[in-house]
């Protein structure tokens, strides 16, 4: 008989996902949960903050992806936004509303999600909350240290920067693409690595965390690609009050525009690499500014900051206003 979260109290759920989380051991965690709140250590006196919000059938489908894609997903997109403030992510807090037929092995592999993708960094899940609720919610709020430096903010590129990218860019929005077409199959994705790949990264995102971190001293401005390249670059280009020329995107994007070829041509329409490219989303690179002979390994450029000039568009591709705008949560 499969267990589901209506057959237990809170309690024994809690008790559930205790088992898989462990015994909080970070550093930086001073009391785990157990208590009304949680403490955690902030060195220098201050912390970055973050929350992430994601809804059932808005941002993830339970026949696309596993509990654990769920939970590695989620946490993996706060890390990303602790690291584009320069800052090494710390804890974890997760929000959960649960359905009352949702499977009790579901909820216990989503917490494994996110022990997984919070390994590297030594993160603790410190607490959060359990409700029940009409359809999935998962809520996850983020700390980051760090570590006694200025944060790394949007508003701070100047012109003659290089704009510079660390991490995937399309292979997300490549992956939904492929789940999305109805086509498929164990075969495809034993015959089609790049299919594979693809919907892989969808699932379980690798954010560029490490590059972030290491980007702080140089960086003058700084987020992750979350909206897609484009709407990133303009929120860069808002913040700082200037304009953003973005190269080519095949070109100074090389390696993943020959990635996404394979996957286009799998779906039969090329056109779907630029797009991918310019306009995906949740790949969570580092997108960041630097001083012209200042950008660290591992990224590689993109664009060029400039003076805004008049009513010139925000940004830019190869002197041209795009087409791509990436995502809204508002507007599609």
């Not at 403030?85 to 929000?95: E, K, N, Q, S, W």
């Not at 991490?167 to 075969?187: F, I, K, N, P, Y």
């Not at 690499?273 to 995906?280: E, N, S």
Request: net charge negative; aromatic share 6%; with cysteine.
């Amino acid at each position: 008989m499969t267990e589901r979260v209506q057959d237990l109290d809170e309690a024994e759920l809690l008790t559930r996902i205790f088992a898989v989380l462990g015994s909080a051991s970070a550093a930086s965690t001073l009391l785990g949960p157990g208590d009304d709140s949680a403490i955690v250590a902030a060195a220098d006196g201050r912390f970055t903050i973050s929350t992430d919000l994601l809804v059932e059938g808005h941002h993830f489908r339970r026949d696309w992806s596993s509990g654990y894609d769920i939970g590695w997903r989620a946490a993996m997109q706060n890390m990303a936004d602790a690291a584009a403030m320069g800052a090494r992510p710390t804890a974890l807090t997760v929000g959960l509303v649960l359905p009352a037929d949702t499977e009790v092995a579901f909820v216990q592999e989503l917490a494994r999600g996110f022990v997984d993708a919070g390994g590297p960094w030594a993160l603790d899940v410190v607490g959060g909350d359990l409700v029940a609720g009409p359809c999935l919610m998962v809520a996850v709020t983020v700390t980051g240290d760090l570590g006694a430096a200025p944060a790394v903010l949007r508003s701070g590129a100047r012109p003659g920067d290089v704009l510079a990218l660390a991490g995937r860019c399309g292979w997300s929005a490549a992956g939904l693409a492929v789940l999305g077409s109805g086509r498929l199959d164990e075969t495809v994705t034993r015959t089609h690595p790049q299919v594979r790949a693809v919907i892989e990264a969808f699932r379980r995102p690798v954010a560029a965390i490490a590059e972030g971190v290491a980007a702080r001293p140089h960086a003058h401005a700084m987020m992750d690609v979350s909206d897609g390249l484009v709407r990133d670059a303009a929120r860069i280009a808002a913040a700082s009050g200037v304009s953003i020329e973005l190269r080519e995107p095949e070109i100074a994007l090389a390696r993943d525009a020959e990635l996404l070829g394979a996957v286009a041509e799998f779906l039969g329409d090329p056109g779907l690499v630029r797009a991918w490219l310019l306009g995906g989303g949740e790949d969570h690179a580092m997108l960041a500014a630097f001083p012209a002979d200042a950008v660290p390994a591992g990224f590689a450029p993109v664009g060029a900051v400039k003076a805004r000039a008049g009513q010139a568009p925000a940004v830019t591709v190869a002197g041209a206003e795009p087409h791509v705008r990436g995502w809204d949560h508002f507007r599609r």
